[in-house]
Structure formats: structure tokens, C-alpha cells
């Protein structure tokens, strides 16, 4: 997940202290008898990061609201697969847990065969809910003239060789969303990776790149500056962040890709009251509002949905997705 790390990192430290008061008031399945034993968050990414913070802030309040410590632990690499892994490997006591974007189950999931990935990710773990969800937008820069989505569909069809955008690295969500956006309106976009959306905006404001997709809240400092403009928001609303931004469908664009999301894992076979306990635990922190306060200070809109839901999520996405990365012939580095 890749969202204004110093935002969420600053934002986030706000969030930090949680009052014996409220943790008593959680419901009463997500606290019984406090335990000595440590709760564990597998995070596939290093620490400082926005992932790795959103993890820390949990950890902080689920430590209270479950009384018991609340651990997370380190696994970079390969994209989230080696904490996926550990996941899969541990014992599914109610004790571990993985928090990740959904680029991990999802894309690793359709990228990399089974070998590669050494798990399933329909089979290997169980859904415990999504925690946040952060929407992508389409940005252009000066060059292009657009003010809307028309104007440059307009231009792209007059300047094809401009038919480009950039990505924050090859094989993501935002990847393949700019693909389905180019399909939508009948114009073969080639995506630019760039090493994070930190130095695709530099070439987006210096003119190197011509349009970007990412997410909403790296690029809104420079479309308030009115260096470049948001044209509009992919996803089925439009976004607390940028209200006055049309989403594309409501400006006539056929697309379906919607946002991106954060979630938490379990191995497999986690008894059922282990979920639901840990279920219950997140929904009430993803309550609190200083909590809330923290994810959209950060860019990051709480979106708690229940484990039900974020199975019958994580299956929709990779029905959608598969289809897509396959016709767009991509074949990642292994």
C-alpha cells in the first residue's frame, strides 16, 4: 500500500493512546479474561511504512480492547508473499494474524504461480475484515490541457504516441487499472513503472510522463497547488478527499476497477471463535475516533466489513482480475 507515508506515520502517532475506560466498553466477545500470551500481526513490509504503521496503531488499541499484548512482526519481501507465508506456516492458535493490502492475496495471488507463492490464498487462510479502504485517481499533467476526462480522451486520440502512463511499479493494482481505464475508452495505454509514486510525480510535474495512476492522497498537494489535475476517481463513489472530483463512470467511462484495501488474515484452520473474536476486536477499533481521525488524516478512509464480507470481496477481485492481467500478457520477474 503505498499512501503518504509521513501523513499516516504523523497522523497516526495522534492515535495513540486509548483509555482503560474505553477498552472496557468493547463488546464483550472481543474481551474475555486478559492473557500473557501475545497476539502476533504479520506485516509483509518494513517498519516505517504505511502498512507497517496502520498495523502498529491496531496493535496498540487491540492490545487493550483484547487484554493481552499485541505484537507486530517484520516479513519484507517479495511483495508481502514471505509474510504470507509465515502466515501459512503458523499455528492457527488465534494468536497470528496478518495485516496486508489486498495487492498480496489478490495480484501476487494471479502474478505467481503456486510454486512461487508457496500458498493458496482461498485455502491457506481465513478472513477476519477489512480495516481501510483508499481510492486511486487519474491525474494529467499541464501539457495534456484536460480539464475533464473528454478533453483528454481528446488528446490521446490526437497524440497517440502520448498514450502513456505511469504506475508506482510494474504488475500493481494501479498497473492494470490503468490498462482497463485505456480499454474503457478504446486507446492501447502502455504503463511506465516507476520505483513508488514519489518519482512518478516528480516526471509527472515536469512533464516526462503525461498522466498517472495512483492513489488519491500522494497526488491531492499537487492538484490543490493546481500543478496538475485530477481528472477523476476510479470506484463506484467519489472520494471523501477530492468530493468535487467526478468519479469516471459518472463521466461515462465503462469501468469497473474500483478501490484499493487493507485487511487482516488468519491461517485457515483459526476455530471459528478465534475469528470472531479478532473480528470483533477490529470493528470496534476501527470505530474509535481518534482512530478514524488518524486513517483519514492519512488518506485512508476506515472501511470496516466483516469477514463474510471481505471473503466474498477478495473472490469478486480475483474473478475481475484474473481475466484482465492475463489478456494484458504481463509476465512478472520471478
Known amino acids: 500500500m503505498k499512501c503518504t507515508r509521513r501523513g499516516l506515520m504523523a497522523a497516526m502517532g495522534l492515535a495513540l493512546t ?7 466498553t468493547a463488546p464483550a466477545a472481543a474481551a474475555p479474561a486478559a492473557s ?87 485455502k491457506d487462510f481465513a478472513s477476519v475484515g477489512v480495516i481501510a479502504s483508499y481510492p486511486f485517481a487519474l491525474a494529467v499533467g499541464q501539457q495534456t490541457g484536460a480539464t475533464q476526462v473528454k478533453d483528454y480522451v481528446a488528446w ?25 481505464f485505456g480499454r474503457a475508452i478504446g486507446v492501447d495505454m502502455q504503463a ?21 495512476v495512483m492513489t488519491a492522497g500522494d497526488i491531492l498537494p499537487q492538484a490543490r497547488s493546481g500543478r496538475v489535475r485530477v481528472l477523476g476517481v476510479f470506484g463506484g463513489k467519489r472520494s471523501p478527499l477530492m468530493p468535487e472530483v467526478p468519479t469516471l463512470k459518472e463521466q461515462g467511462i465503462d469501468i469497473d476497477a474500483g478501490d484499493a484495501w487493507t485487511g487482516m488474515w488468519a491461517p485457515a484452520a483459526t476455530p471459528r471463535e478465534h475469528i470472531e473474536r479478532m473480528q470483533n476486536a477490529l470493528r470496534y477499533v476501527v470505530g474509535l475516533p481518534e482512530v478514524r481521525e488518524a486513517m483519514q488524516r492519512a488518506a485512508l478512509q476506515p472501511d470496516f466489513q466483516p469477514a463474510a464480507e471481505m471473503d466474498a470481496l477478495l473472490r469478486k ?10 489478456a494484458s500478457g504481463f509476465k512478472p520477474e520471478q
Open 18 to 24: 486509548l483509555s482503560v475506560a474505553q477498552a472496557q
Open 36 to 122: 500473557s500470551q501475545a497476539v502476533k500481526l504479520l506485516v509483509g513490509f518494513p517498519p516505517g511504512g504505511s502498512t507497517d504503521t496502520l498495523a502498529r496503531l491496531l496493535a496498540d488499541k487491540l492490545s487493550l480492547v483484547l487484554r493481552q499484548p499485541v505484537v507486530v512482526e517484520n516479513k519484507p519481501g517479495a511483495g508481502g508473499r514471505i509474510a504470507a507465508q509465515a502466515l501459512k506456516a503458523s499455528a492457527p492458535d488465534g494468536l497470528n494474524f496478518m495485516v496486508a493490502p489486498n495487492a498480496t492475496p489478490v495480484f501476487q495471488a494471479l502474478l505467481y504461480p503456486v510454486d512461487v507463492l508457496k500458498f493458496d490464498v482461498l
Open 156 to 180: 490521446l486520440k490526437a497524440n497517440p504516441r502520448q498514450a502513456s502512463f505511469g504506475t508506482a511499479g510494474a504488475g500493481g493494482q494501479t498497473h492494470f487499472t490503468g490498462i482497463q
Open 192 to 212: 511506465v513503472p516507476y520505483r513508488g509514486n514519489g518519482p512518478l510525480i516528480t516526471d509527472l510535474l515536469g512533464g516526462q510522463v503525461p498522466a498517472g
Open 317 to 326: 477481485e480475483l474473478a475481475y482480475w484474473g481475466p484482465v492481467i492475463k
